[in-house]
């Protein structure tokens, strides 16, 4: 019914930039916020950073000033520039979209996740 596709992955080396895209299409009414996740191996998923329909932004303290995340509502689609890279950014990145399904009920989905790999 939805789907959420991902690009922009990939391996850059430490002090780097990369930027993540995820557009959200299928069956759906609207979107109350887009974001992004990530999870390091042997770790819990965590929020990097999300954007709301409104604009409003929210980021984990560990990519702030680093990371900048932007949404275009008309193409349903969200941005992630990643600059200044770190190893510890070295993670799957998942898309996360909070939305109104196509039977009006509030649902959460997520992305197939791509992998970012941050060299020393």
């Known amino acids: 019914q939805v789907q959420l596709v991902e690009s922009g992955g990939g391996l850059v080396q430490a002090g780097g930039s990369l930027r993540l895209s995820c557009a959200a299409s299928g069956r759906f009414f609207s979107i109350y916020a887009l974001g992004w996740y990530r999870q390091a191996p042997g770790k819990q998923r965590e929020l990097v950073a999300a954007?709301?329909?409104?604009?409003?932004?929210n980021y984990a303290d560990s990519v702030k000033g680093r990371f900048t995340i932007s949404g275009d509502n008309a193409k349903n689609t969200v941005y992630l520039q990643m600059n200044s890279l770190k190893p510890e950014d070295t993670a799957v990145y998942y898309c996360?979209?909070?939305?109104?399904?196509?039977?009006?009920?509030?649902?959460?989905?997520w992305g197939q996740g791509t992998q970012v790999t941050v060299s020393s």
């Open positions: 954007i709301t329909s409104g604009g409003n932004t």
């Open positions: 996360n979209a909070d939305l109104m399904d196509s039977d009006y009920l509030r649902a959460v989905y």
